[in-house]
């Protein structure tokens, strides 16, 4: 699927913006009020000087706010209405780029209050260090700036009291992680040991909001990909999404998620302590 260009979403936001504030019948500086900006940041995204569009947290808020659509705010749909059908029942999405993670970060905000579930690739985003960051970053498109900046936004995401996370994901890639098999071979030990303790600690910080779950591979299989609440699953493939928008679609992948979790062989209440335990029991 072809993206459209950055310039005309933004002139597509521009537009609707303007139109949410003539609707309102209020000036600039209590409608950017409203919506948690200042009038001067409001003024900027209307003079159309930029392309890039605001913060995801500025867009949900607008769309809350205006009761609309965030897929209408941004252009993508001609769907105002926040509970239209606003996009085809499957589609494929290009993996956002160090210039524009407005995808990502709109599907998170749209998701916000509801519970999310993922399956990651190889470690959650949010529980790796930088050096592991640094190191899968080595065949990543992406700069590892912009990597330790995501994950980084998204632990600030989880300490949200509203936050509802729950990852499950093969126990084997923690085995492989501290013994140095598999896709870590080149990654010093020191630098392994550290990631099980950064795990570990964070997870014993951010529980119950977010959960881990541990499952055997060797008899359940997963492909990385995430459940955005009721809104839509994305499927990761490498260097795009296959994002899934129907109520039966998303509702399939929730079952087959709450599978992987009734399989788990660890469960989310004993996570920290049995990574923590892995550099002394499990080599």
Not at 107 to 133: C, M, N, Q, S
Request: aromatic letters at 6%.
């Amino acid at each position: 699927m072809e993206l459209p260009d950055k310039r005309d979403v933004s002139r597509l936001f521009r537009e609707r913006l303007e139109h949410l504030l003539q609707r309102s019948g209020q000036n600039r500086s209590t409608f950017a009020a409203k919506v948690g900006i200042d009038r001067s940041a409001l003024s900027l995204l209307l003079a159309g000087e930029v392309t890039r569009l605001p913060r995801a947290e500025t867009l949900m808020r607008i769309a809350i706010v205006h009761g609309v659509s965030l897929d209408w705010l941004l252009g993508i749909s001609q769907a105002e209405d926040v509970t239209a059908a606003i996009k085809p029942s499957l589609e494929l999405e290009e993996a956002p780029d160090d210039t524009d993670e407005t995808l990502l970060e709109t599907w998170h905000a749209e998701a916000a209050g509801t519970k999310i579930r993922y399956v990651p690739t190889t470690l959650p985003d949010l529980l790796r260090t930088d050096a592991v960051i640094s190191y899968e970053s080595r065949e990543n498109k992406r700069s590892l700036v912009s990597r330790i900046d995501e994950a980084q936004g998204r632990i600030a995401y989880t300490r949200r009291p509203e936050t509802d996370i729950e990852i499950c994901m093969p126990l084997q890639r923690l085995l492989d992680l501290v013994r140095g098999t598999g896709i870590w071979g080149d990654l010093a030990a020191p630098a392994r040991i550290a990631q099980i303790e950064h795990m570990a600690n964070l997870i014993d910080e951010l529980y119950p909001s977010l959960r881990l779950y541990l499952f055997d591979a060797q008899s359940h299989f997963s492909a990385p990909y995430t459940v955005f609440g009721p809104y839509r699953a994305a499927v990761y493939m490498g260097d795009m999404y296959l994002v899934l928008n129907t109520k039966e679609a998303v509702s399939a992948m929730t079952r087959h998620f709450d599978n992987l979790i009734r399989a788990a062989t660890v469960q989310a209440h004993e996570a920290a302590a049995w990574i923590r335990a892995l550099p002394g029991e499990k080599l």
